[in-house]
């Protein structure tokens, strides 16, 4: 996965409607990346993970957060792909647009994909 045009993709949705660009988070990342990982090991696409909820997952990787979200999909090609499939979703648009979230990392392997968003304490 491109980091820089996912965070790019993301952060251009985001200006559109006049909210504040997301900063890439390594932490994010990780607990993202591992999901994805998670999610081709049983071969679904899945917010469960035998880590905990996504509060405990960040929490792991040393993010303290006042609010997360967690957009997963699969079978995806790219990240142009993925990002439009998250923007014609409701529910995956609202977090991915939420202006309360200010950091942001993205997994991918396999044709499965996350994206996790956050404040900071």
Same mark, same amino acid.
Do not use: P, R, T
């Given at each position: 996965?491109?980091?820089d045009l996912m965070l790019q993709l993301v952060n251009n949705e985001r200006h559109k409607v006049g909210v504040k660009e997301l900063e890439w988070d390594p932490r994010l990342a990780k607990a993202a990346q591992l999901q994805s990982e998670f999610m081709a090991s049983c071969n679904s696409c899945t917010h469960s993970s035998k880590? *905990? *909820?996504?509060g405990t997952r960040i929490e792991a990787q040393g993010f303290s957060w006042s609010g997360c979200a967690e957009n997963v999909a699969e079978g995806y090609k790219? /990240? /142009? +792909?993925v990002v439009k499939g998250w923007m014609s979703s409701h529910g995956h648009k609202s977090n991915l647009l939420n202006p309360k979230y200010t950091h942001f990392g +993205? *997994?991918?392997?396999n044709g499965f994909w996350a994206q996790v968003f956050g404040s900071e304490l």
């Open positions: 996965m491109n980091k880590s *905990g *909820g996504l790219n /990240e /142009e +792909a +993205a *997994g991918h392997i």
